[in-house]
């Protein structure tokens, strides 16, 4: 069996097998659904920016937070990636703040967040936003 944590860690180790059996549910799980996640990106950002960084229309965003049209596996992997920089923004910044700190250069990523998020998805941007929380780099 599997493990998922090195050897000598203090908590316990967890196998592959139950944390993919506790994930199997996880795609139909209310939260996480592409109109719960589509809704939490209006309501978070508004339309007309969330669209764009997705790679879809405004009204293709409006159609999959109504339930009305749900985005095929690229799309649904689009959400969660831009949903999971934006609760790290909220979790870092103020609004303001997450603006003007995705929009300004940045010495880690050597590029204005935005710009990274949009080449190389959220991975390096939720990075930075670590790093700028533990005072490392701005």
């Not at 993919?20 to 799980?29: G, P, V």
């Not at 109109?35 to 950002?45: E, G, Q, T």
């Not at 923004?89 to 603006?99: I, S």
Request: hydrophobic share 45%.
């Amino acid at each position: 069996m599997e493990l998922l944590q090195e050897p000598g860690a203090e908590e316990p180790a967890l196998s592959a097998t139950t944390v993919f059996a506790s994930l199997a549910e996880l795609r139909d799980a209310p939260g996480y659904s592409p109109k719960a996640i589509s809704d939490r990106l209006i309501n978070s950002m508004g339309t007309d920016a969330a669209a764009p960084l997705l790679g879809v229309s405004a009204e293709t965003l409006e159609r999959w937070a109504s339930g009305q049209d749900a985005p095929d596996a690229g799309g649904r992997l689009q959400l969660a990636d831009l949903d999971a920089l934006v609760g790290h923004l909220h979790g870092a910044f103020t609004p303001a703040q997450a603006m003007l700190w995705m929009c300004s250069p940045n010495v880690q990523l050597r590029a204005r967040p935005i710009d990274v998020y949009r080449t190389q998805g959220s991975a390096p941007v939720i990075g930075a936003i670590r790093a700028h929380m533990q005072g490392s780099i701005g």
